[in-house]
């Protein structure tokens, strides 16, 4: 059993890590040093921008590290400097290399947004969403050179709401993923946190989402649908086109019925949304953005264009 407070390496980068870090602050172990990506160019004016961790991290006077390379010796050097106990690791962004990961004297452990061994890889939260999951949740693992594929410490569940997006419940996750955190590392401490091996039949993989995905085949299951518009929102988001002009679309419901219109007919468009005829039942859409404006409710969007009723999405 560990009594003197653990000295922590923190490596992430984006909002996803930001409750994990500010737990390891708060909590009775020291974060020596953070790890995250380089600043990078954001939205339409391209400014440069440093990143969520790096921002959390300075304020709270921790020495910041930007590498262009994780896998170089000057790299390692620097990180063994820290005299790190044990490294943290949140949606970094990068696979990290074997020599790193058993640097430090407990090894490295991670905080996955799903219930591994499914939605392994780089889009777990929307891949569940899309996939049409009621309940997801957060691993903290031993990491390995795989593509999380490490030993189970402690995972937590968590149920997904029907108005759930890939922003919501990504905030529910990452809230839930500090709790656990701290936990985990206290029963680590404790010597009381078994490490369970993963169930390589039960895995499944949650690649990186393509904007491509977005492109909704109305052919498809109102149900379907409704589970890849809530996956995709924020980003990359679902999309259609009339008349070679795109639409966004958010806030989906399903409206059971018996569809006598092609799928993508616009059948209805007033306050209470867009109802879009699908392959079966109909897809009830509360907000929408036209090319080249901003995301507003039907109504307000109605008040500004014409919707042609009986014109197909396609």
């Known amino acids: 059993m560990m009594s003197s407070p653990l000295r922590i390496v923190f490596m992430g980068t984006p909002l996803f890590a930001l409750p994990s870090l500010q737990a390891l602050i708060d909590g009775p172990d020291t974060v020596v040093g953070a790890v995250c990506r380089t ?138 993923g500090g709790e656990v955190l701290l936990e985990a590392i206290a029963r680590l401490k404790e010597g009381c946190l078994p490490a369970v091996k993963q169930d390589e039949t039960q895995a499944s993989f949650a690649p990186m989402l393509g904007k491509e995905e977005g492109h909704l085949d109305w052919s498809r299951p109102a149900s379907e649908l409704h589970c890849l518009i809530r996956g995709l929102d924020p980003w990359p988001s679902a999309y259609g086109f009339i008349d070679g002009r795109r639409f966004r679309f958010f806030q989906p419901q399903v409206v059971p019925g018996e569809v006598r219109e092609k799928p993508g007919t616009l059948c209805q468009a007033d306050k209470n949304g867009v109802l879009v005829a699908t392959g079966h039942d109909y897809l009830l859409i509360k907000e929408i953005q036209p090319e080249g404006k901003k995301r507003m409710c039907v109504q307000a969007c109605i008040c500004g264009m014409q919707l042609p009723l009986g014109e197909q999405f396609c």
């Not at 969520?52 to 896998?71: D, F, N, W, Y």
């Not at 189970?152 to 759930?164: E, F, N, W, Y």
């Open 39 to 176: 600043d990078s160019c954001q939205g339409r004016g391209r400014k440069v921008c440093p990143p969520p961790v790096k921002t959390l991290a300075e304020q709270a006077g921790i020495p910041v590290l930007q590498p262009g390379t994780i896998r170089s010796d000057d790299f390692l050097e620097t990180v063994r400097a820290f005299q790190p106990d044990l490294m943290v690791v949140i949606a970094y962004g990068k696979i990290l290399p074997g020599r790193l990961l058993r640097l430090p004297r407990l090894g490295t452990i991670n905080v996955h947004g799903s219930l591994l061994p499914k939605y392994r890889g780089a889009a777990p939260i929307q891949r569940a969403l899309i996939s049409g999951e009621t309940e997801t949740g957060v691993t903290v693992m031993q990491m390995d050179e795989g593509i999380d594929t490490g030993d189970i410490l402690l995972p937590a569940r968590l149920p997904v709401s029907m108005d759930d997006t890939a922003g919501s419940l990504s905030a529910k996750l990452a809230q839930l």
